[in-house]
């Protein structure tokens, strides 16, 4: 089609200059004729005037001499005009126009006249001029005058001559033009006339061939805009063609698109019509926000209505139950904005009943407007379960947490990932739910990895239940430890679970009946051994005694004699303590004022013997007594022997001098009293301080090893109960702690 419309518009131009340029030629030729014949009219006027000329000079020269005879100033002037005229008739035939117009022969002929025609007339002015210029007698003037009329005669008749040729040949050659300018004339008319009729025709056969595939094209798209996919274009050629070519393509295409959109749309509907959730489509806004406009069988089922029942209700009006519909205009808004919103609410069923569900709804815009999709999942079943595995789980909970033992659930990496209250509150762990890592070994043990000899390790290695007693020395306590393993699915280990008892209490209970034991066996040895020893040593220093009132002994003896009395009293002072060890007597309670007491024992310590015998070192003394503390329940003489054993030790503790700190303290909550001794002595290291209440346990030279086993006793005896801390190098701090009342708290 492009080379066509090309081809056709150049041709058109062709034509179109074709035309043009004979029409300028023929206009051109036309109007040179005209020239030609304007110029042969004014070669005829010049000759008419030649002629008239030669008339007036000719009837100037006849009048002569008589009545009506011209001046000789007008002859003369009127024979310039002749001359004159016949200059400008040489100009005339010599010019180029005219040259064009003759052809070379008759031009040559013309020319020859017209010099003949010259020679002439001057000969005719030259007769003349002797004529009038003479003097002669009347023939000779005579003569002159014939002489000079007969060649003006003559000259009129060549003139006339030649006019009458000129004529013919204007009318000739006037007609010729005529004829030429008529012929243009009707070409051009011809041309106007034919023109637009050859171009509506032309227009008509191009129109006519690109309307034609136009036609067809715009057929073929109406038979696909109304659905006729399989419709083809064919028969068309050139641009055409290939449009052609492209629209069965873009047809086809079309088909594919529209066959996939199908299966697709086919596949939506099934999953729509099938799913088993609630599907709804309902109006985002307008007049009736809520309005159901497309749900699907199972949300009919749902609710309990026909899909025609439900297809003409209100989501928000007639399903949400009456809660839920309090804050639907907050979730459509929440959806217009462009969120995707997730809620549990209570939908309403046909027969008023209400369950609930789960709902997730966004925005859904289609043909400028705005829908809500939203998919509704009847939780009912899941709820009801949810609350069983709630309910199950506090139970569970509250049992776990009920149950006084420790119970720690441990991973393969040691971690404690769940623990119960008493576990909790024992190893101060951190809440429950932390995702922060917390070791168990850290936690039971105070240390940053497992114990070497791990027990627990041993369950998670073997995979075998274990059960075990220690003693934390991190939490002071003796635990009864029972380690279970955990299994996965597969049977693989997992962790391992904690069941610990805190058997601290029994442990000591055990240890104070088993010191009884051990005391009621002491007891009955050493008031066996005092009663043995007492009699035969009374023997002895009596004996001595008098062996040492003999005045006549010599003083070295003397001195010897007297140290063995020292030594005997220093036996008696043992088997002293040893009985009040083995039987101590029962304490006499009285309101005492334990600060008196206290004090009233620093200073005796301070002025014991030991002390005093060893003065060279210094002992700063502090005293931080609570003046709140009530009288208290107490014997006084065993408390102050309490504190004296104590102040002792500390004193003892510090050979090279040191502080030693007193403080009392009145706990009005517990309503207990605590006395608290401390030194900055030499300190114990853990293996001592477990051995320092047994009976008989000394590290000193002279030491009986008894104070601090009758001290502990006295004070269990007064119903409380004492605590040692201590720091090698730095210094011990024993804390005495005593109910006011005089009695162990579960004596109430
Ligand atoms: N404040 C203290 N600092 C360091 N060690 C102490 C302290 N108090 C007691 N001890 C240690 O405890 C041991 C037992 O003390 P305990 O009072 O029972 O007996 P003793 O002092 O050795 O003898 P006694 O009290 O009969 O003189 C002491 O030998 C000493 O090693
Ligand atoms: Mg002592």
Redesign the pocket.
């Known amino acids: 089609m492009k080379k066509l419309i090309i081809t056709v518009i150049v041709i058109f131009c062709l034509i179109n200059t074709l035309v043009g340029a004979y029409v300028i030629v023929s206009m051109e030729d036309a109007t040179s004729k005209l020239n030609y014949v304007i110029s042969l009219h004014q070669i005829e006027i010049l000759r008419e005037h030649l002629l008239l000329y030669l008339k007036k000079v000719q009837s100037d020269l006849g009048l002569k001499n008589t009545l009506h005879e011209s001046s000789i100033d007008t002859i003369v002037q009127n024979v310039r005009y002749l001359d004159n005229m016949m200059g400008r008739c040489m100009a005339c035939h010599q010019s180029p126009k005219m040259l064009k117009g003759d052809n070379a022969g008759s031009r040559h002929s013309v020319l020859s006249r017209l010099y003949g025609l010259q020679n002439e007339i001057d000969q005719y002015k030259k007769s003349l001029s002797r004529y009038l210029t003479i003097r002669a007698g009347r023939d000779r003037t005579a003569i002159e005058f014939n002489q000079a009329f007969r060649t003006a005669e003559q000259l009129v008749t060549e003139v006339n001559t030649m006019v009458h040729a000129t004529s013919a040949k204007l009318a000739e050659r006037t007609e010729s033009s005529y004829k030429d300018i008529s012929r243009t004339k009707n070409l051009l008319y011809g041309l106007v006339v034919l023109g637009p009729i050859v171009a509506a025709v032309v227009g008509f056969i191009f129109i006519k061939k690109i309307t034609g595939p136009v036609n067809t094209l715009v057929q073929a798209t109406r038979k696909i805009t109304g659905g006729d996919l399989d419709n083809k274009i064919e028969g068309l050629k050139g641009e055409f063609g290939e449009v052609a070519a492209s629209f069965n393509e873009m047809s086809d295409s079309l088909k594919d698109h529209m066959h996939r959109i199908q299966e697709s749309e086919n596949r939506y509907r099934t999953l729509f019509e099938s799913a088993g959730d609630a599907i709804f489509i309902v109006e985002a806004e307008g007049k009736e926000p809520g309005r159901i406009v497309d749900a699907n069988p199972a949300a009919a089922e749902m609710h309990g209505y026909t899909l025609e029942e439900l297809l003409e209700l209100n989501l928000v009006k007639d399903l949400d139950a009456p809660n839920a519909a309090k804050e639907a205009p907050d979730r459509i808004e929440h959806i217009l904005k462009g969120e995707w919103i997730k809620a549990e609410i209570d939908h309403l069923k046909k027969d008023g009943s209400i369950f609930p569900v789960e709902i997730s709804a966004g925005l859904l815009e289609y043909m400028n407007r705005k829908y809500i999709l939203a998919v509704d999942r009847d939780i009912s079943e899941r709820k009801k379960m949810e609350n069983l595995i709630l309910q199950t789980k506090i139970e569970w909970e509250d049992t776990f947490d009920t149950i006084t033992d420790m119970i720690t659930i441990h991973d393969k990496e040691f971690n404690i990932i769940r623990a119960n209250k008493a576990a909790q509150e024992i190893l101060g762990l951190p809440f429950l739910e932390t995702t922060r890592a917390v070791k168990c070994y850290a936690y039971y043990h105070g240390k940053d990895s497992p114990p070497r000899d791990c027990q627990s390790c041993t369950c998670l290695n073997t995979g075998q239940p274990t059960s075990f007693e220690t003693f934390e020395p991190h939490l002071n306590k003796y635990l009864e430890v029972r380690a279970m393993p955990r299994f996965d699915n597969n049977n693989e280990i997992i962790g391992i679970i904690h069941v610990i008892r805190d058997i601290t209490e029994r442990k000591k209970v055990e240890e104070i009946l088993q010191r009884a034991e051990q005391m009621k066996m002491v007891g009955e040895w050493a008031t066996g051994l005092v009663h043995e020893i007492k009699n035969p040593l009374a023997g002895i220093k009596g004996s001595v005694e008098m062996l040492a009132s003999d005045a006549s002994m010599e003083e070295e003896d003397r001195a010897i004699i007297t140290q063995a009395v020292d030594e005997i009293k220093r036996i008696e002072m043992l088997l002293k303590s040893l009985l009040n060890f083995a039987k101590p007597p029962k304490p006499q309670l009285t309101l005492v004022d334990i600060n008196d007491i206290l004090d009233k024992s620093i200073a005796f310590a301070l002025r014991h013997p030991s002390v005093v015998a060893n003065s060279s070192s210094a002992i700063n003394v502090f005293k931080d007594f609570d003046p709140k503390i009530p009288k208290a329940m107490a014997d006084p003489m065993q408390m102050q022997q309490v504190f004296l ?1 104590l102040l ?2 500390a004193i ?1 503790a510090m050979p090279d001098g040191g502080i030693l700190a007193t403080k009392t303290y009145y706990d009005d909550k517990l309503d207990s009293i605590q006395i608290t001794i401390s030194d900055t002595g030499k300190g114990m290291d853990k293996s001592l301080i477990s051995k320092v209440f047994q009976p008989f346990f ?1 590290t ?1 030279r002279k ?3 008894l ?2 086993s009758i001290t502990r006793r006295l004070i269990e005896q007064h119903g409380g109960h004492i605590d040692v801390e201590s720091d090698p190098g730095k210094g011990t701090v024993f804390d005495i702690f005593l109910n006011v009342n005089g009695k162990r708290k579960d004596q109430g």
């Open positions: 054993n002792l030790n003892e000394t000193k030491g009986s090893g104070g601090l």
